[in-house]
């Protein structure tokens, strides 16, 4: 038999000692055995509250956590299988409410079963009243972090799960809209899990239960960090190389192997750096990488290209942090470094041109300010659409194509030897491209530190 900690316990596992208050509970009164009168149903309610000492599936209050203020709502999987009823959804509505007017992050401790059966159809609107809270929230520019304990199935996952901006789940936790009792009988089971979620990119992070304090307070940390009306300073350069003579030049410094890449920019950058994972739409691409950070103190969102051909679900996942970070009005840093938009047939059945569409879109329509560093190839429109207009800088070893030279040299049907004249002819050069208005400068070398 699975132990699961009870919903006070799970409040008590990531927040500091003391310090959770619990909200008023909204009154409500109900007919014998409920709206539907199902026999039996209020003896079931009892048995469940003398088990768990609670009298609802939900706890709900404020808490610190590392000294950060949050409102939480937590399921007691014990009372009823954390399912979800009309004084469930009072509770959620009235914790979310609290939220919005103290201006708090919501982070919701996720165990559910889903919909409560001997409330029918009156129990599945609850979902409806859940997610209009979660999107005045969210209007209301305010975080939401789902943990997703086990299990995390039915409308509670397609809703306070799902529906947050940031989404932890701890190991082998149970996570999906189709429960235990009611999947296919051949499905396959690791799709039901916090693993397999975060494979098909519905989960940001897979989080040991020893570390979820821990990086819960890291994110509350970030959210609740002074954001700057004003662009970020992009990253210094961290190759020390000479600008390059000639646009083949250029080129080569930007395929050399041992070139610094994103991950090396990102490290140097952020004092702390928490990433988020997937496009929630079945994709993640390890080739973008994306999240949120502490820059001298301040929040700022990035998305980053790693040097590999960038997929349509890296272009969706840079999309959603660019929108949420608007939304919350942090700045953002995007690196470009990519030969290009993957081309391949998957890529093209994957929606790469939405894909690439919406991720133009959300740039160009972003109230707050974006800036970008090119730090090693950039290939063509798939790299263009992750480049701030404005406010985009360059490395000494990058360039800006129409296309690699190579290829334009094939579509001007020149032979292949032809593609380093080509590449003089495209003025694809960092210096090249601040002459020519595309980007603002070139960043300086990193002074050392210490």
Not at 140 to 154: K, Y
Not at 362 to 388: F, H, N, Q, R, Y
Request: proline residues 9%; hydrophobic residues 45%.
């Amino acid at each position: 038999m699975t132990i699961r900690p009870s919903a006070r316990a799970a409040i008590a596992s990531v927040t500091d000692p003391g310090s959770f208050a619990e909200l008023p509970v909204p009154p409500g009164e109900s007919a014998p055995d409920g709206p539907l009168a199902w026999s039996g149903y209020d003896d079931s309610r009892e048995r469940a509250a003398q088990r768990t000492g609670e009298d609802e599936s939900v706890v709900i209050g404020t808490a610190l956590v590392d000294g950060h203020p949050a409102t939480l709502i937590s399921f007691e999987f014990g009372f009823l299988g954390g399912s979800l009823g009309h004084r469930t959804g009072d509770r959620i509505e009235a914790a979310y409410t609290h939220a919005r007017t103290h201006r708090l992050p919501l982070v919701s401790l996720i165990a559910t079963g889903g919909s409560r059966m001997q409330e029918g159809m009156l129990a599945l609107t609850q979902l409806q009243r859940a997610a209009r809270q979660s999107a005045l929230t969210r209007a209301a520019g305010l975080p939401q972090i789902a943990v997703l304990r086990d299990p995390t199935t039915g409308g509670g996952w397609a809703t306070l799960g799902a529906g947050a901006d940031v989404v932890l789940a701890l190991p082998g936790a149970q996570v999906g809209f189709a429960g235990s009792r009611v999947r296919p009988a051949d499905a396959d089971p690791a799709a039901y899990t916090a693993e397999g979620q975060y494979a098909a990119g519905h989960v940001d992070a897979v989080v040991p239960a020893a570390e979820l304090p821990a990086t819960l307070a890291a994110w509350l940390r970030v959210f609740a960090a002074p954001r700057s009306p004003e662009a970020v300073a992009p990253p210094a350069a961290l190759a020390d190389v000479p600008l390059p003579p000639t646009g083949w030049d250029a080129v080569r410094q930007a395929r050399r192997p041992g070139r610094p890449h994103a991950p090396q920019y990102l490290d140097a950058y952020f004092d702390l750096r928490l990433p988020l994972s997937g496009d929630r739409a079945g994709g993640t691409d390890p080739g973008m990488l994306c999240g949120f950070g502490l820059r001298q103190g301040g929040a700022v969102a990035y998305a980053a290209q790693c040097g590999t051909a960038t997929r349509p679900a890296g272009y969706r996942t840079a999309a959603r942090v660019i929108r949420l970070a608007d939304r919350l009005g942090i700045p953002v840093l995007t690196l470009v470094d990519t030969p290009g938009a993957a081309n391949d047939a998957a890529a093209e059945h994957a929606g790469a041109g939405a894909a690439i569409a919406d991720t133009f879109a959300v740039l160009a329509s972003a109230t707050v300010p974006v800036t970008t560093l090119l730090i090693g190839e950039g290939g063509s429109g798939g790299a263009l659409a992750l480049a701030a207009p404005g406010n985009t800088w360059v490395t000494p070893d990058s360039y800006f194509s129409v296309i690699a030279p190579e290829l334009a040299a094939a579509i001007l049907k020149r032979p292949p030897e032809a593609a380093p004249a080509t590449a003089d002819q495209l003025r694809i050069r960092p210096q090249d491209l601040v002459d020519l208005g595309v980007a603002r400068g070139i960043v300086p070398l990193e002074e050392p530190k210490g």
